[in-house]
C-alpha cells in the first residue's frame, strides 16, 4: 500500500469541451450518456471534472456513476453547472488498476440544453446514449441506444497515482479531435505518462465564429488555452494547431463569415503561437513542443500562397528556439515524391485530414519524441 506523500493527482484522460452543432433540436431530456474509460494508470482514487463552458443555460445532471459507484459533489450525486463554469467532483475512494475500462455514466432527467460537449473519433473513444434512466445499468438496452463521438460535459478524470506519473497534453483541431492522440496513448501504454486531448475541430489561433454556422468551430486560441491547461500533473504540451488560419479564409463574396481580413500574415501566427500557447505554457513549467503542419494540397481552398505559408510556419516550428523540441507530423505523412501532398494512403481523400494509417504515423512520430525515454513500468503498483 502506498502512502499519500507518494502519490498525486494525474490527469489520466481529457478532452475539450466546445460549442456543439448548431441543429434544430439542442435540448435532450429523459436521456443517459454513458463513455467508456480506459485506464492508463493504477490508483486509488479518482476525481471528475465536468464543464458547462459554453453553455447559456444552467445544466443539471441528475445522477452520475463511474463502475456503479456514484459521482457526488459535496456529497450529493445531483450537480448544477452554471453557465460558462466547470464543476469538480469531490474524490470518490475506488481502487482501479491500469487496464481497466471504467463506465462513465450519467442521467439528464429534465429538458437539458446540450451545448457544451466535443466531437473526438478514434480507437479509445467511443460514447453511447440511451433513451431513458440506465445510469447504474451493467448494460445499455440494445433498442435504445446508440453510438455516439460527441462527449458532452464530461471534461476531465483525475487518479490518485504514483508520484513519477504525469500527463502529455496533445492541443489542437480537427486533426488532433481524431485519431492519432488515441493511437499515441496506446503506444505509451505501460509507460508512466498519459495522453490528454484538448482538440476542437475547425479552431483557430486568432479568429472565431460568432454565428451558429460556425460556432462549433470553437473558441479562439487566447480564450481556449488557459482553460484547457487545466491538467494535473502536466509537464509537457504538443501544439498542433493553425491550418484553419491559414485554409478558412475565401472572401465575402464566396462566404459572409470568412472574410479575407481574417487571413494572417506568417509572422503573425509565430507571434500568436508565442504569445498565446507558449509563453503562458512555459510560466506553468510545461515543455512546449510544437507540431508541423500537414500537407493540404488538393484542399479546396488549397492555392500556392496558402502553400507557401504553410511551409514558411513549419520552418519556424521545426527552428524557432523558443520551443522545446518538434513533432514534425509534416514530415512523417507527406510524400517523398511531392511533399506538398500525403504520401500513398495517409489521405482521408479530403486532402486536408490524414487516413487512419497517418495518424498512426503522427503518434509514432510524437512517441519517438516524447515517450521512448521515458521509463517503462514492467508491474502493476500495489495499492
Known sequence: MMTDNNNKWVACWGTA???TDRREAVYAKNLTLRYPIRMCFSGSMLRFRFSNLTGTEPVTLTKLFVAHVPITFGGQQRVTLEPGCEQESDAIAIEVNRGDTLDVSFYLADYTQMNSGTLVTGPLSKGYYAY????DADELPLDLSRHTGWYYFLNTIDVLTAADHHAIVCFGDSITAQSWPDYMARMAFGTN???IRRAVSGTRILRQYDC????AYGLKGSTRFPIEMNVAGATDVIIQHGINDIIHPVGTDVNPFRPWSDLPTVDEMEQGIEQIYVRPAKAMGLKVWSGTLLPIYGWRTYNEDRELMRQQLNEWLRTSPIFDGCVDFDAAVRSVTN?????DGFDSGDH???????YEAMAHAA????????PRIDHEELF
Do not use: C, N, W
Open 352 to 358: 486536408l485530414h490524414p487516413s487512419e494509417r497517418a
Open 17 to 19: 469541451t466546445s460549442i
Open 367 to 374: 512517441v519517438h519524441k516524447l515517450v521512448r525515454r521515458m
Open 193 to 195: 505518462a498519459a495522453i
Open 339 to 343: 511533399p506538398k501532398a500525403f504520401a
Open 132 to 135: 431513458g434512466d440506465y445510469a
Open 212 to 215: 451558429i454556422t460556425y460556432q
